[in-house]
């Protein structure tokens, strides 16, 4: 993914990118274009070339309030036992 003429800032809090889209909604980046979601969390790392990557550690699940801290989630046959949640 290619994105030019966007700008973004980097010091002690984070990152940010910077632009609003007050001209046009295309003069920013839009979450919903990416695989990412607010409330993700991730970790800075360096890649074998030294390039700054952020690498996603968890994904915020907004239908059930809890951090997902990775993408398996194990099939229990819950449907067997007619169980239903409390």
Same mark, same amino acid.
């Given at each position: 993914m290619?994105?030019? =003429?966007?700008l973004f800032e980097i010091d002690e809090k984070g990152l940010l990118m910077y632009n609003t889209g007050e001209h046009s909604p295309l003069d920013m980046v839009?979450? *919903?274009k990416t695989p990412l979601n607010a409330g =993700?969390? !991730?970790?800075? *790392?360096? =890649? *074998?070339?030294?390039?700054? !990557? !952020?690498r996603r550690t968890s994904t915020w699940c907004e239908e059930r309030g809890i951090y997902s801290e990775d993408d398996t989630q194990m099939n229990?046959?819950? =449907? *067997? !036992?007619?169980?239903?949640?409390s």
């Amino acid at each position: 993914m290619l994105y030019a =003429d966007y700008l973004f800032e980097i010091d002690e809090k984070g990152l940010l990118m910077y632009n609003t889209g007050e001209h046009s909604p295309l003069d920013m980046v839009q979450i *919903e274009k990416t695989p990412l979601n607010a409330g =993700d969390k !991730f970790t800075l *790392e360096l =890649d *074998e070339q030294g390039r700054m !990557f !952020f690498r996603r550690t968890s994904t915020w699940c907004e239908e059930r309030g809890i951090y997902s801290e990775d993408d398996t989630q194990m099939n229990l046959p819950f =449907d *067997e !036992f007619n169980w239903q949640p409390s």
